[in-house]
């Protein structure tokens, strides 16, 4: 099934997560990662292009800036098939974020999901790497 609003978005992430953070086109969850007690924390938002095109991002943090190497970061965007690696702040420090961006004109549910059961882990393990076990998100 096609899923062309985010009211409609809302509603199946809500199904299995509780919301954390909601406004009228932004809402995040915790995703619990499988047999352990960390989460990451997923935000899904939905934006425009400039051509009113609309796209669902699914963005989460990862490490503050600082803790890694930007070359890196971009030499790891390259290999990435799914999803990429930003810069975004929270609290006012510059944070790598991992985010995808889907098409409202082709999503559909089974891919967000699908899309999320593999950013939140990779996220997850790499915060891990990075962060000596810290569960920052």
């Given amino acids: 099934m096609s899923s062309h609003?985010?009211?409609e978005i809302r509603t199946h992430i809500e199904?299995?997560?509780?919301?954390?953070h909601?406004?009228?086109?932004?809402?995040?969850?915790?995703y619990k990662a499988d047999g352990s007690d960390r989460r990451q924390s997923i935000f899904l938002a939905e934006i425009k292009d400039d051509d009113g095109?609309?796209?669902l991002r699914i963005e989460t943090t990862?490490?503050?800036l600082a803790h890694y190497d930007?070359?890196?970061?971009l030499r790891i965007n390259q290999i990435l098939r799914i999803g990429y690696l930003a810069v975004g702040d929270l609290a006012?420090?510059?944070y790598i974020k991992m985010c995808h961006n889907l098409s409202y004109a082709n999503l559909n549910l089974t891919e967000l999901d699908t899309v999320i059961d593999y950013l939140a882990?990779?996220?997850?393990d790499f915060e891990n790497q990075f962060e000596g076990g810290a569960d920052i998100s």
């Fill in 15 to 20: 199904a299995s997560n509780t919301l954390v």
């Fill in 121 to 124: 882990p990779m996220a997850d």
């Fill in 92 to 94: 006012d420090t510059p």
């Fill in 70 to 73: 930007a070359e890196k970061c």
């Fill in 22 to 30: 909601e406004e009228p086109f932004l809402i995040g969850f915790e």
């Fill in 5 to 7: 609003t985010f009211a």
């Fill in 53 to 55: 095109h609309r796209y």
């Fill in 62 to 64: 990862v490490i503050p």
